[in-house]
């Protein structure tokens, strides 16, 4: 019970030691806050009635994904940004090419989802790596990677130095939920809240994941066939055959930032 305890005051040193961790707490959070931002969208773009669709963590064999969101974007007649790892994609350049042959636009996505809070030659190298991966993939010398969407869409000074010095344009984003941490059995509340932000906003740059990175495959191997896991993306491209048909019988159109 509370009544059985008995409050005793700070002493000095301990009320100087809670002041300074404080003000230190502080000026990190001041700190982290002007180093980092999240990339949303430019001020100068204006999105009336329109959607712009982008599908990180790509591309994914498991549930044949990849494929079958092709199928649903080709249907519909939409393009997309896909924004490809570059480890996916050295293990399966076959689904990097069915994407560029469908009109899918390439984005580079780092080569292993690295954290945005690291050095400048690390973030340089997972991001040039990750370029050669899926230019490697195409197996066309005359190819180009013009997108860079950082992990977490947390944008540092490191990324944007990087990005300028490889002329590559940061994509951007209106709408992000929490996708990614919902298997098959949260699809409807996902396209639901999705629908509703949509509508909201009358249109915006939607995140979704088509695949979802884990640095020890082999321990999200079994959770892909969990239907409760956000590893299990089998869900998506039914998501998105939903999203875009529902959108475009309101009026919305489809476009990309091009």
């Known amino acids: 019970m509370l009544s059985s305890y008995t409050f005793q005051p700070l002493n000095v040193g301990a009320a100087t030691a809670c002041v300074l961790l404080l003000s230190m707490l502080i000026v990190a959070l001041l700190f982290v806050g002007d180093y980092c931002t999240v990339y949303r969208s430019p001020r100068n773009f204006d999105l009336r009635h329109q959607v712009v669709l982008t599908f990180d963590d790509g591309p994914n064999p498991h549930a044949d994904t990849t494929r079958r969101l092709g199928d649903v974007l080709e249907k519909h007649n939409v393009t997309a940004y896909h924004c490809i790892i ?41 991001y040039e790596q990750g370029t050669n991966a899926i230019l490697a993939a195409l197996e066309n010398p005359t190819a180009r990677v013009s997108h860079i969407r950082p992990a977490y869409a947390v944008v540092t000074p490191a990324i944007y130095k990087y990005a300028a010095s490889a002329k590559q344009k940061l994509l951007p984003f209106t709408i992000s939920l929490d996708d ?15 629908l509703a932000a949509i509508r909201k906003n009358n249109g915006g740059i939607v995140i979704l994941h088509e695949g979802r990175y884990h640095t020890d495959e082999s321990k999200a191997a079994h959770l892909r066939n969990d239907p409760s896991s956000g590893y299990n993306r089998s869900w998506i491209p039914d998501a998105v055959d939903e999203l875009i048909t529902k959108l475009k019988a309101e009026g919305f159109e489809f476009v990309t930032l091009e």
């Not at 994407?99 to 899918?104: A, C, K, L, P, Y």
């Not at 390439?106 to 292993?112: A, D, I, K, P």
């Open 180 to 194: 990614f941490s919902h298997g098959p059995t949260g699809k409807d509340d996902v396209v639901k809240r999705l």
């Open 86 to 126: 570059g480890q996916y994609a050295r293990e399966y350049p076959e689904l990097v090419r069915l994407i560029d042959s469908r009109g899918g636009i390439l984005v580079n996505h780092g080569f292993s989802h690295r954290s945005p809070i690291a050095s400048s030659s690390d973030i340089r190298r997972d």
